[in-house]
């Protein structure tokens, strides 16, 4: 029996419109631009079907990471029964690069990724589950209102003309309201689904983790039962340490590569602080980083590392901290 004929659809995303590239089997390719809307995903399936993609068929379709403005049409293509790939801008970045890419227009761009799509073989995605996705929004929401909050503040410290200050404390009173408003919501949005409340707790048992930061982290990282194993979980949230040394005479200092989620480390950051005062593991790690003479910031991103680490222990065991545990913790 012959294997399937694939092909591979690279995908520009834009806020109003898509364009794509398309690799056949036949290495021929195909570009077009749809509209970033149910009827341009239903053109876009005509297209597809035109070009020969059928039940006999495997489609690869990849498109970067943009926020919300792919996630309609990934979720389209997932529920066709494609494979989609949604990846880190900066791994096409890369790719263009190490492939001399000298034009930066749409159709260049979604010929790039349709290219990366086939040579590399990105990691198949899968939509997240309702309750996540809304967890999701519900932390980001919150977030974004605690920002404005103290935009607002600082505004009203500055101000000095009295009917505006009237009216800044006017708009931080109602953002204030709202925030109460979706606050409770979040508590009420885990409490009604008994898997994100478990996942919760258990984050939440490990001292410097509080249950703020603990729903942050499973907004985030959406699962983090789903790593192969802790330094993976580090990785995705850029805290694995990135070295920089070449011959003899290169001998840069280690940091923090941050390539990853940004938002994992803005959520760990004042945490690790805390666990440096509180959590025994954490407390005994910062001691003997402190003994070797390490910077004040290089123990905070250890301790950083490390509070992901024992996140994704607590998590993938099923059971809460335990300071005395130590039998597949990983060290610093």
């Known amino acids: 029996m012959s294997e399937k004929p694939t092909f591979f659809l690279g ?72 494979c989609v790939s949604v990846v880190n801008p900066q791994r096409i970045k890369a790719y ?59 505004r009203l410290e500055a101000e000095p003309c009295v009917s505006v200050r009237t009216s800044i404390e006017a708009l931080l009173n109602f953002h204030k309201e709202q925030l109460l408003q979706v606050k409770e919501h979040l508590q009420t949005h885990i409490a009604a689904h008994a898997d994100l409340k478990h996942q919760r707790d258990l984050l939440a048992s490990i001292p410097g983790i509080g249950e ?36 003899t005479s290169v001998r840069g200092k280690a940091r923090l590569c941050k390539i990853g989620n940004s938002q994992v480390r803005k959520a760990l950051y004042f945490p690790a602080m805390v666990a440096i005062r509180f959590n025994p593991t954490i407390k005994a790690l910062s001691l003997r980083l402190q003994e070797r003479g390490k910077s004040a910031m290089v123990i905070i991103g250890a301790t950083m590392r490390k509070l992901m680490h024992l996140a994704y222990g607590v998590l993938k065991s099923d059971q809460k901290y335990d300071a005395n545990y130590k039998v597949g913790v990983s060290t610093a």
């Open 11 to 82: 995908i520009d995303v834009a806020k109003a419109s898509v364009q794509v590239a398309l690799i056949c089997p036949t290495a021929t390719r195909r570009c077009h631009k749809f509209t970033n809307e149910a009827t341009g995903f239903a053109k876009l399936d005509v297209w597809l079907q035109e070009a020969g993609i059928d039940t006999n068929a495997t489609l690869c379709a990849c498109m970067e990471a943009s926020g919300s403005y792919g996630e309609a049409l990934a979720r389209h293509l997932h529920a066709q029964g494609h």
């Open 212 to 247: 703020a930061t603990a729903a942050r982290l499973l907004a985030e990282v959406q699962g983090l039962r789903r790593f192969d194993g802790a330094r993976q979980a580090a990785a995705y949230a850029g805290l694995t340490p990135r070295r920089h040394e070449s011959g």
């Open 96 to 154: 263009g690069q190490s492939q001399l890419a000298r034009n930066k227009t749409d159709p260049a761009d979604a010929a790039l990724i349709a290219d990366f799509c086939q040579t590399q073989k990105p990691q198949r995605w899968a939509p997240p589950a309702p309750e996540m996705e809304e967890l999701q929004a519900l932390v980001r929401h919150l977030e974004n209102m605690q920002e404005t909050i103290r935009q607002y503040q600082n």
